[in-house]
């Protein structure tokens, strides 16, 4: 027998706060009943009336081989049978950290030294700011404004009236104090983080960036941004954290880093770029893993410089700890996600996004509907109403949102499954075969025409 969305979406509410665990769930920005979705399988999801739909969230980020796959379900299984959760070492978290470590290389160098594992990316960043104020005894953050790094006190502050001026509370329950830490820097311009250091750089501990930001949309950084932030950061002491939560293992088998410094953006750097042509073009203090290396289990990490991880207790004085932190069943789906992820899936992943993208601004532009595509590797998003392609957060923002969700609906008619709000990115997999690419273009034109009215 099966139940209809709103049956249950009346229910959960009466239990479950917003009838969601998480609120974007909800579909607050485009309106309508959230999808209760009840199995996953290959690049489709189904919901709790039956409906099949192909799925663009991807649960967003983790499944890049497709929902449910074989090899991953049965190293679950067969972890599982041996034991659900230990709360002790296991050989398997040294296979991961190691596995981490060989992946992310370039020029032979390989930044992640040492490898600490927690259960969400928010822990992964949290941790790792934490790390950050320990090693360089300072308390001053740097985030810019549109980078999502979870839902930690320190990271949820928004820019007060004027640039590195105290930054607001972005959530109530957020003590000022906390967010008065953080400076809130517009992304993708130097000049701001170059002038807060000069007033404020001994007191900064660190800057926090996505290393491709994916959740404004996608806004991928100017060529050798992020490696003008290193220099900054380094030249005052303070450390500089890539938060890789989203990109790690999704955009490449070394994620943005790997793209940046021995994949094809490399040779995109400005000759004026720090350290232009050499490779790498920079090296992070700390880098955030989530998603991906978990599988779709929660698991995810942070790892950087053995000499910065090693003020983690109980070598050092910075606290961190979780019960559930390196869960054997996490690491199985983990270890066997990133071990079946090869060139071939980076492949699949990189012409799905590019055929899927182009066929969505062919049908917007069609219907009249003024976009621009944003792409970071397989990441990617729209924005409406200008071709412009967007910078920050402020021209995210001005974009004609409204637009999105009657598209989103008539995606969603048509079978189609995407990132409840504009913000977002969407996700493909390795699972996106002909047919569900065949589902999206045919569901295309109705979209494009919902959003043009
Ligand atoms: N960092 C980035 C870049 C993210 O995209 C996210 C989640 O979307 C997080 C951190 C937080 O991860 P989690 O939702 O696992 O706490």
């Known amino acids: 027998m099966t139940t209809s969305n709103a049956e249950q979406f009346e229910r959960a509410q009466r239990s479950i706060p917003g009838g969601v665990n998480s609120p974007v769930r909800a579909f607050r920005s485009v309106g309508g009943t959230p999808r209760f979705l009840v199995s996953a399988r290959g690049p489709y999801v189904t919901d709790s009336e039956g409906v099949e739909y192909v799925d663009l969230v991807s649960s967003w980020g983790p499944a ?10 049965a190293a679950v299984q067969d ?3 041996r034991g659900l959760s230990f709360g002790a070492t296991t050989p398997a978290e040294t296979d991961l950290a190691e596995l981490v470590r060989e992946r992310i290389v370039a020029g032979g160098v390989h930044p992640i030294e040492k490898l600490r594992l927690v259960s969400t990316g928010t822990e992964a960043t949290m941790t790792a ?8 005894g300072r308390d001053v953050l740097i985030k810019f404004a549109g980078h999502y790094h979870g839902h930690s006190d320190s990271l949820l502050a928004e820019a007060g009236s004027g640039l590195a001026t105290l930054a ?18 517009p992304y993708n311009e130097l000049d701001a983080v170059r002038r807060v ?23 991928p950084p100017r060529p050798g941004y992020n490696a003008a932030l290193a220099d900054i950061a380094h030249a005052h002491g303070a450390l500089l954290i890539v938060d890789e939560v989203l990109t790690g293992f999704r955009v490449g088998p070394a994620g943005w880093w790997g793209l940046e410094n021995a994949g094809p953006l490399a040779a995109e750097l400005p000759e004026e770029a720090p350290h232009g042509g050499t490779v790498p073009g920079y090296v992070p203090d700390l880098v955030t893993f989530g998603k991906v290396i978990g599988g779709g289990m929660p698991l995810a990490a942070l790892g950087g410089r053995a000499d910065v991880m090693d003020h983690l207790a109980p070598l050092g004085l910075v606290y961190q700890a979780g019960t559930l932190s390196g869960n ?33 601004s062919s049908a917007l532009e069609a219907a009249g509907v003024a976009h621009s595509v944003q792409r970071a590797g397989n990441l990617f998003s729209f924005t409406f109403g200008s071709s412009r392609a967007p910078q920050n957060y402020a021209d995210v923002q001005a974009q004609q949102a409204y637009r999105y969700a009657p598209f989103f609906h008539a995606m969603l008619d048509g079978g189609v499954s995407l990132p409840p709000s504009v913000y977002e990115a969407w996700f493909v997999s390795a699972a996106h075969d002909e047919a569900a690419i065949e589902r999206i273009v045919a569901a295309l034109p109705g979209a494009a025409a919902a959003a043009a009215s």
């Open 64 to 73: 890049i081989l497709g929902h449910a796959h074989p090899e991953v379900v």
């Open 79 to 81: 972890a599982a049978t």
């Open 129 to 136: 700011i934490r790390l950050a104020r320990g090693v360089t």
């Open 168 to 185: 607001l509370p972005a959530s109530a329950g957020v003590p000022a104090a906390t967010a008065a830490l953080t400076i809130v820097l």
């Open 197 to 219: 250091f000069a007033d404020r750089g001994d007191e900064i501990a660190a800057i926090i960036v996505e290393a491709a930001p994916a959740n404004m949309g996608v806004v």
């Open 328 to 360: 054997p069943i996490a690491v199985a789906a983990g270890i066997t996600t990133l071990r079946l992820a090869d060139a071939d899936v980076y492949a699949a992943l990189d012409a799905t996004a590019l055929t899927v993208s182009t066929a969505v």
